[in-house]
């Protein structure tokens, strides 16, 4: 008996912190149906009178979520097919290879785990290649998850036992045959986490598009609420059907995948 | 045939070639920048500086502030991040009705954009309209709202505050993992020893979670003196440099074409990430417990 009520006080309590975490979100989706000046009282009450369709085509029409969402695709797919591949391949020589020059490389890569990039040289580097604009900001976000993608698929590579190359390597494969037919597709579970944390991680990414995608024809869905709130600093109806408009995907996605895009997200910290 | 043929330093390339020019080489240009001043891209008027970039971000009352805060913000919302984290994950891993529920909604703020949450803060936290303030004067607690983003003060909690309102349900999904690894008749061994709750927390528990626990506060500590996207978007440094930290130094060295100091920032942020990481590190994997 004691027991029940105890689960129940605590399930009360979990409950009543939740709203903590739900009421910053009702705020944002009640005020984003209000008129500009009963908007400008953020409050959680209903509105007096409904503009969603209005709020939310002018919205539309001036924030530039089309083309932000086509330039967010754009950055981070590639951006993350790379790594992937990127990462595997080195991931295998350096957890097959028994050297000591290969295990300083293992070291000095997974430096990028804990060291920040250097962002203002980064620029430097990218001006004198004539690389701009999504090539500069894709290789840049390339460069500092590969730390990531590396240490996830090297610590991997030890469950795959060495027969398994040993045998392939005697039925006549080749290195790059033996990776992509038999090990790569050995990968997938870890691929998919790898996957999960750099899209989450680029297409939110603020720290490093802000500084090479610098024209509202290159904004990301990210950069555009920036920007979006930097104009509009005072139709908080707007600027709040921007966010809903913006992270509606995300959460969406969230809601169809949470149990993988939770495990995956946190793994990078619980396989540290 | 040599075994070692099949593991070819050729498929390393792409990596290197990309981490090399990408990550490895700003970093050393960066530590030779810190000693110039540069101006513009182009180098035209560089000239040696010595220590002085050094010398400025660490002595310049409107540059050192960002150390002061980098740290209090790190140490402010590893803190809270952890210690909320824990609170939850022990109160979530009793197997509640909700607890699936309750999961969902904390992980929430992880997936979504820094910038839309520090939107939603800035308007949370306005002095007159925002519904913390509403909420407080309305709770009888005039005296406790505040001017949260706009006094100088205060204004580097309630950053702070954001991120750790963005990131805590993600350290307690990390924390709830290491929970859920405990095998159940640990407990049942402490319970027929007569142990109560807090020794079976104390004893069993803490101990076990050890590993998720250092890496949490790895991570959060790490995060927070990288911080950059929450500041940048609910004060932008400001009310004046109140709540500048590295992140926001950099960026506004860079805008404003000091690119010699910031780059002695960036260099300070390093050093202190080493610094500050690698001890505690060290320390905490030092008490984790083999199962």
Request: net charge positive; charged share 10%.
């Amino acid at each position: 008996m004691a027991k029940k009520v105890t689960g129940m006080a605590a399930e009360i309590f979990a409950l009543i912190c939740s709203l903590f975490m739900l009421v910053p979100f009702y705020m944002i989706l009640i005020n984003s149906f209000k008129s500009k000046e009963g908007a400008a009282l953020v409050n959680l009450s209903l509105p007096d009178e409904w503009h969603i369709v209005e709020n939310y085509t002018e919205m539309f029409r001036e924030g530039g979520l089309g083309l932000a969402f086509r330039n967010s695709v754009l950055l981070t797919v590639p951006s993350v097919l790379v790594i992937i591949f990127v990462s595997s391949l080195a991931g295998f020589v350096l957890q097959r290879r028994v050297s000591k020059a290969s295990k300083r490389l293992l070291m000095l890569i997974l430096m990028g785990l804990f060291i920040p990039g250097q962002i203002i040289p980064t620029y430097f580097i990218c001006y004198y290649m004539h690389v701009r604009t999504f090539l500069a900001a894709g290789l840049v976000l390339i460069a500092s998850n590969l730390s990531m993608g590396v240490f996830l698929y090297t610590g991997y590579f030890k469950s795959i036992p060495r027969e398994l190359d040993e045998s392939a390597m005697l039925d006549g494969c080749n290195g790059l045959q033996l990776f992509f037919h038999i090990i790569f597709p050995l990968l997938k579970p870890i691929t998919v986490t790898l996957f999960i944390i750099t899209f989450m991680g680029i297409w939110n990414d603020f720290g490093t598009t802000i500084y090479f995608l610098n024209s509202s024809r290159n904004f990301t869905l990210t950069l555009t609420i920036y920007n979006f709130f930097g104009v509009h600093s005072s139709d908080w109806n707007l600027v709040f059907a921007n966010v809903i408009a913006v992270s509606l995907p995300v959460i969406i996605v969230y809601f169809m995948a949470q149990k993988q895009i939770m495990s995956g997200m946190t793994s990078g910290a619980v396989k540290g | 045939m040599k075994r070692k043929s099949i593991y070819s330093y050729w498929m390393l390339l792409p990596c290197l070639a990309i981490f090399g020019i990408f990550f490895m080489l700003p970093a050393v240009m960066g530590v030779g920048f810190s000693f110039l001043n540069i101006r513009n891209v182009d180098f035209s008027t560089a000239t040696f500086a010595g220590i002085g970039n050094y010398k400025n971000v660490l002595t310049d009352s409107g540059m050192n502030i960002a150390i002061k805060n980098s740290f209090i913000f790190a140490f402010v919302t590893t803190v809270l991040k952890v210690t909320l984290g824990l609170l939850l994950a022990v109160l979530l891993n009793n197997k509640l009705k909700t607890t699936n529920f309750m999961r969902t909604v904390f992980f929430l703020p992880a997936v979504l954009s820094s910038v839309a949450v520090g939107l939603i803060f800035t308007a949370m936290m306005h002095p007159t309209n925002g519904i913390i303030n509403v909420a407080l004067r309305a709770a009888g607690l005039p005296m406790l709202a505040q001017n949260w983003l706009t006094d100088p003060k205060l204004a580097i909690f309630s950053v702070a505050f954001v991120e750790v309102w963005k990131w805590t349900g993600f350290t307690m999904v990390i924390l709830l993992a290491g929970l859920q690894s405990i095998p159940e008749h640990y407990y049942e061994a402490a319970r027929i020893d007569g142990a109560t709750g807090w020794q079976k927390f104390r004893y069993v528990t803490f101990p076990l979670i050890m590993p998720a626990f250092t890496n949490a506060l790895v991570v959060n500590l790490i995060g927070g003196l990288k911080a950059f996207d929450v500041v940048q978007t609910v004060t932008g440094g400001g009310p004046g440099t109140a709540t500048e930290v590295f992140g926001t130094l950099v960026y506004k060295s860079f805008g404003s074409g000091r690119y010699g100091e910031g780059c002695a920032a960036s260099i300070i942020l390093c050093v202190v990430i080493l610094i500050v990481v690698l001890p505690v590190y060290r320390f905490l994997t030092g008490k984790e417990v083999e199962m």
